[in-house]
């Protein structure tokens, strides 16, 4: 006997490995902030943000779980209340991979501020401004 799966099968078997190992990375690195969340609800979490993820264009796993594991350590809803990264998730000139890179640099950028117990100057915060565009022909 054959055992055939199913597209869906495949997929949700994908992501159940997904979730268990983003969950598994962030009780190993946060365990003190994950200890009071039982595995079923952050998973839900982390699924319910990958999703939000995927509407920014971040649909690769490793962008997804960059987003995912952002809302975990600044707050759902960060992509809305944190200004510097919404206008870069709403950016038409970055790629996904880039958009991720600056999420997982501005956390780190900001973990880093309050550990030392300083404050970032505002230029630090800031989005990367979007690139001029090309002038036109003989307008130099």
């Given at each position: 006997?054959?055992?055939?799966?199913?597209?869906?099968?495949?997929?949700?078997?994908?992501?159940?490995?997904?979730?268990?190992?983003?969950?598994?990375?962030?009780?190993?690195?946060?365990?003190?902030?994950?200890?009071?969340?039982?595995?079923?609800?952050?998973?839900q979490?982390?699924?319910?943000?990958?999703?939000?993820?995927?509407?920014?264009?971040?649909?690769?796993?490793?962008?997804?779980?960059?987003?995912?594991?952002?809302?975990?350590?600044?707050?759902?809803?960060?992509?809305?209340?944190?200004?510097?990264?919404?206008?870069?998730?709403?950016?038409?000139?970055?790629?996904?991979?880039?958009?991720?890179?600056?999420?997982?640099?501005f956390?780190?950028?900001?973990?880093?501020?309050?550990?030392?117990?300083?404050?970032?100057?505002?230029?630090?915060?800031?989005?990367?401004?979007?690139?001029?565009?090309?002038?036109?022909?003989?307008?130099?």
């Amino acid at each position: 006997m054959v055992l055939r799966l199913m597209p869906v099968q495949y997929e949700a078997m994908g992501r159940a490995n997904y979730l268990q190992r983003l969950r598994e990375l962030i009780r190993h690195h946060f365990p003190q902030q994950s200890a009071g969340i039982d595995d079923d609800r952050m998973e839900q979490r982390l699924w319910e943000q990958t999703l939000l993820a995927r509407r920014y264009g971040l649909e690769d796993e490793r962008s997804a779980a960059r987003f995912a594991l952002t809302a975990f350590l600044l707050g759902e809803g960060f992509d809305r209340s944190v200004p510097a990264l919404a206008q870069i998730l709403d950016s038409d000139q970055l790629s996904p991979s880039r958009k991720a890179q600056a999420l997982e640099d501005f956390t780190l950028l900001l973990f880093s501020l309050l550990e030392r117990g300083q404050t970032a100057p505002a230029h630090e915060l800031l989005p990367l401004p979007a690139p001029a565009p090309p002038c036109p022909a003989g307008t130099h």
